[in-house]
């Protein structure tokens, strides 16, 4: 597919979010994928088995069937990877952004621990891919001098990679939501961490 990653040298993470607004019950999940070099190219070729659109599109969670969501969901398990999640709360109306940056803030830590220094987000617009890497870049004073951490946004469908954590943030979302069986299929290579937005 034009335009994959390049296979790096550390373990890289994809990310991609799904978020409820609410006065009283909101929360954002902010999903990432975690992948070794050498497993890379395998789950990037399984990805691009699951969905059959245009080049430039993309495998998207809220499109699926529960039959779908289910069978995706199971694919997602099967790959060597695993997935740290940031759910953060609460997340009143238009208080989106504050969470999200809060979330990627955890998510920096949690990803450096694993030696990851680099993560993949799926693109939005210019001024909100500028908030990630301000976000990222302030993270990064929380880390031992001189480490390497960036942050690079491309669009969902360079990339089946970037599928993956939507799958995930999608499974997450949908438990807090009461609907348990896509998060219990992703359990044994999931770790998901609530954070206190301050929203």
Known sequence: MAGMLDSPAAPVAYGD????ESDSHGFYVL???VFEPHAIGEARAVMSTLWKGSPTSKLHWNDLTPRQRENVAKTVADLAGFHIVAVGSPVPRRRQERARA???NHLVDELHGYGVDTLYLEARDKALNQRDVQTVTGARFNLPRGTRFRVEHHRGGSDPLLWVPDVVAGAVRAHRQGEPLYRD???ECLYDLDVTTGC
Do not use: Q
């Open 17 to 20: 979010e799904s978020f409820l």
């Open 31 to 33: 999903a990432t994928a």
């Open 185 to 187: 299929i992703l359990a």
């Open 102 to 104: 809060v979330c990627l």
